[in-house]
């Protein structure tokens, strides 16, 4: 048998899975008294990579009691390189979780004022090609105009008979979203610290079109990016590869 400090993979995994044990508790404020398998599963609720890994992780937990001796911390069983690494790459996005601003770093927002037309909101959209442009009145962000909402109305105003070049060029962006609030909200705001996972759960739990990221997670907050749920598998892309 070899003690611990002398098995690489051995050695690894140990370490991964500490980290991750820790990272876990640390974030969701759960107490050591309670498994690693225990808090797998009450985290999977509330992390997606931990739910997306939960049936592996918990197989991971009885390995480690196979490759420690409880009481001698002693090696006697070597973990394939296959799960070491799978155990470091979740412990890795669990600890120090990628952010989404860095995930989106290249990428330009394309804003509009408010105070511009919705003829000019039509323009932007089919150059830029984005279904959700930010709205901003001095540098606040007052909301969101979105394409399919938009484009619902456009239909209504047609089947009314009214003259659509004039409301395109006589209608503000601020006043059509005074004169048609959505039903729901359907983006939120979040600061620059959100990580990807955080962002994949907001789109999963709250049916969002797009999540705006300013500086201190404000309206009034600088500006740094902007994620629609278009971008999701992206996003999931990356944490994969991380």
């Known amino acids: 048998m070899s003690q611990l400090s002398s098995s690489t993979l051995a050695t690894r995994f140990v370490n991964a899975y500490n980290l991750l044990d820790h990272s876990l508790r640390a974030q969701y404020n759960f107490k050591t008294n309670i498994s690693f398998s225990d808090l797998i599963r009450r985290t999977a609720t509330l992390n997606q990579v ?18 420690i001796h409880s009481k001698s911390e002693q090696v006697i069983a070597e973990p394939h390189e296959n799960v ?10 669990i600890s120090t979780p990628p952010l989404v601003v860095e995930a989106i770093k290249s990428t330009n927002v394309n804003i509009i004022n408010a105070e ?4 000019d909101y039509v ?8 279904s959700n442009i930010p709205v901003y009145k001095r540098d606040m962000l007052i909301g969101v105009l979105q394409r399919h909402s938009f484009l619902g109305h456009i ?20 006043q059509f979203l005074i004169d048609h609030p959505p039903r729901t909200t ?24 797009a999540i705006i990221i300013t500086s201190d997670g404000t309206s009034g907050g600088k500006l740094m990016g902007i994620v629609t749920n278009a971008d999701i598998i992206t996003l999931m892309q990356i944490l994969d590869g991380y």
């Open 123 to 130: 323009v932007m959209s089919s150059t830029v090609g984005h």
């Open 155 to 174: 239909g209504y105003v047609m089947k009314e008979g009214k003259d659509l070049d004039d409301f395109l060029i006589g209608t503000t962006i601020e």
């Open 84 to 93: 070491v690494e799978l155990m470091e790459k979740v412990a890795r996005i």
């Open 116 to 119: 511009q037309s919705l003829r």
């Open 50 to 67: 931990i739910r997306l890994y939960e049936d592996d992780l918990i197989d991971l937990a009885r390995l480690r009691n196979a490759i």
């Open 186 to 209: 359907r983006f939120t705001i979040v600061s620059a610290r959100v990580t990807i996972e955080e962002a994949i759960e907001l789109f999963n739990n709250r049916q969002l079109s």
